[in-house]
């Protein structure tokens, strides 16, 4: 298996609704990843878990809530988003999250979410 | 602040004509490049890569240049086809850091 999986494909919450986003890799990789895309935007990194810890926060506002349950999972709780948080959600997985040439990103087909 | 950049967002090329997609960086510290293909309503997938002590890399129909004088690097599709138009990022990493710079891409349109 050498991908990354992501439910749902589409999302469209209130901004009153909590909901949450799914991401799954059978690689064996232990790094995981939640990066934003707004449309014709470069993907802007969100969160990083390394070994199913938190490594990296990007100053992300608490509305967006990551957990890692393990090595194969990752979630993306939101609750009381804006307008503006409409986007692609993207995740992705690299093998050991140190970076460089031995640790390539493998991207999720994303989740399009709306927020009215 | 550091960034990788990219030098034209529109690239029109005819179908089976060779598309070369170019790239600016400008932290010197960056020892991985990568290339995303993107297409629409999907994820970003992996292309190519090339370690800064290279200069060259090939894989299937692609071509990866890196010129670190001039912190450029670029992207070679040969007789290009309706199936790669897409949208192409660079991006850049070093060992020891999980943060992944992505350029602003360019869109490339083949025209049949």
């Known amino acids: 298996d050498t991908e990354v999986t992501q439910t749902p494909k589409h999302l469209v919450m209130g901004m009153t609704n909590k909901k949450s986003l799914k991401c799954e890799q059978h690689m064996g990789h232990r790094a995981m990843y939640w990066y934003k895309q707004k449309a014709k935007k470069p993907p802007e990194l969100m969160f990083v878990y390394s070994y199913e810890k938190l490594s990296i926060n990007e100053s992300v506002p608490s509305r967006f809530s990551p957990e890692c349950p393990n090595s194969s999972l990752l979630n993306l709780h939101l609750h009381a988003l804006q307008p503006e948080d409409s986007a692609l959600y993207l995740c992705a997985s690299s093998l050991t999250g140190a970076g460089g040439s031995t640790d390539t990103q493998y991207f999720g087909p994303g989740t399009r979410l709306t927020v009215l | 602040g550091e960034s990788v950049g990219l030098h034209l967002p529109t690239l029109s090329v005819q179908e089976g004509d060779n598309s070369i997609i170019n790239c600016a960086y400008s932290?010197?510290?960056?020892?991985?490049f990568i290339w995303y293909k993107q297409e629409s309503g999907k994820g970003p997938q992996f292309i190519i890569d090339?370690?800064?002590?290279?200069d060259k890399r090939q894989g299937q129909r692609v071509t990866v240049l890196l010129n670190k004088t001039v912190k450029h690097l670029s992207l070679q599709i040969a007789a290009t086809q309706p199936g790669d138009s897409a949208v192409y990022f660079c991006a850049e990493n070093r060992g020891g850091y999980q943060k992944v710079t992505f350029g602003i891409g360019t869109k490339l349109q083949v025209i049949p």
């Open positions: 932290n010197s510290a960056s020892d991985y």
């Open positions: 090339i370690r800064s002590n290279m």
